[in-house]
């Protein structure tokens, strides 16, 4: 929670939700409820250009 905290207060990502997926020994925190892979790739660029990693996944 303490990630997506910091996360969620970029503007960014406002009206998304988090989505965590276990990924073998890791788990993804995925921004989700993006209108469109365009606006998630303009919420992406946003993250870095903040120093956040940052990808674009596809629809799950």
Known sequence: DRMWNQLSSNAALA????????????TRL????FASQAEASR???AL?????????????
Not at 15 to 26: A, D, E, H, I, Q
Not at 48 to 60: I, N, P, T, Y
Request: net charge positive.
């Open 15 to 26: 009206g998304t939700k988090k989505t965590l997926v276990p990924s073998g020994k890791v």
């Open 30 to 33: 995925l921004a989700t409820g």
């Open 43 to 45: 919420a992406c660029a």
């Open 48 to 60: 870095k250009r903040d120093g956040q990693a940052c990808l674009v996944a596809g629809q799950r």
